[in-house]
């Protein structure tokens, strides 16, 4: 059997991008790809969450829950992590911006025109 899926090309090179950084494929970008085979869904672009704050410019309220992306030197550049205050930073180590947590989901009532 031959399987062809057409996957854009941010996905494949956000797939050759992460092959040489940490020399195998993050848990993350298998499970876009896995999903997408199984379930015949198209590989798009995640929509973006919101505007990167760089530490250098502002940081988050103190005891706040932020979403970061970290040194370089890190595996996983993008995690949610505590921002506790001036004096103790963040709980993840080196940050080099943060984003506020978007809104959770809230499903929308349907209407059927049926």
Same mark, same amino acid.
């Given at each position: +059997?031959? %399987?062809? $899926?057409?996957?854009?090309?941010?996905?494949?090179?956000?797939? !050759?991008?992460? =092959? +040489?950084?940490?020399?195998? $494929?993050?848990?993350?970008?298998?499970?876009? @790809?896995?999903?997408?085979? @199984?379930?015949?869904? *198209?590989?798009?672009?995640? *929509? !973006?969450?919101?505007?990167?704050?760089? @530490?250098?410019?502002? %940081?988050?309220?103190?005891?706040?829950?932020?979403? =970061?992306?970290?040194?370089?030197?890190? !595996?996983?550049? =993008? $995690?949610?992590?505590?921002?506790?205050? !001036?004096?103790?930073?963040?709980?993840?180590?080196?940050?080099?911006?943060?984003? *506020? %947590?978007?809104?959770?989901?809230?499903?929308?009532?349907?209407?059927?025109?049926?």
């Amino acid at each position: +059997m031959k %399987l062809i $899926i057409d996957i854009p090309a941010e996905t494949v090179n956000k797939i !050759k991008d992460n =092959v +040489m950084f940490t020399g195998s $494929i993050s848990s993350d970008i298998r499970w876009d @790809v896995t999903s997408a085979i @199984v379930n015949g869904i *198209p590989l798009e672009p995640q *929509p !973006k969450t919101g505007n990167w704050i760089p @530490v250098s410019e502002r %940081l988050p309220e103190d005891n706040t829950k932020v979403i =970061v992306t970290r040194d370089a030197t890190y !595996k996983e550049k =993008v $995690i949610i992590t505590w921002y506790q205050d !001036k004096e103790h930073g963040f709980l993840c180590g080196l940050v080099t911006a943060w984003q *506020p %947590l978007p809104e959770p989901y809230e499903p929308q009532e349907r209407e059927d025109n049926e």
